[in-house]
């Protein structure tokens, strides 16, 4: 059983926040890395940024690293919940692509 039959399927959203999180960042970072790893295709504005990370805080899955009260821009990084639930959701991507090659004959790149 992997932790994604807990917490159900993640949106690509969270799945690439939770991913930009392996390394501390604060919320403009965040949207950049997205962005970077999604070779620009998806773009996050300001709210559903801030509204997926209050989502993640209240779930454990990141955590809002301590910083000096003085200090603008708020760091977070991901937990070892967070950690689990990224690596289940790898694992039914690749269940999910491995049984879609099988019904439609891929065995490699080949495009349809």
Excluded: C
């Excluded at 994604?4 to 690509?12: D, P, R, V």
């Excluded at 559903?48 to 200090?71: C, F, R, V």
């Excluded at 269940?95 to 891929?106: A, D, F, P, S």
């Amino acid at each position: 059983m992997y932790a994604n039959q807990e917490w159900g399927a993640l949106t690509e959203t969270v799945y690439y926040i939770l991913l930009s999180l392996f390394t501390p960042l604060h919320g403009y970072g965040i949207m950049q890395n997205v962005r970077d790893l999604s070779q620009g295709r998806v773009n996050l504005g300001a709210g559903t940024l801030y509204g997926a990370i209050s989502t993640l805080l209240e779930k454990g899955w990141i955590n809002q690293l301590t910083m000096d009260m003085d200090a603008r821009k708020k760091e977070y990084v991901i937990t070892n919940i967070g950690k689990a639930v990224v690596s289940g959701e790898i694992r039914r991507l690749e269940e999910l692509i491995e049984n879609g090659k099988k019904i439609v004959g891929l065995t490699g790149q080949e495009v349809i």
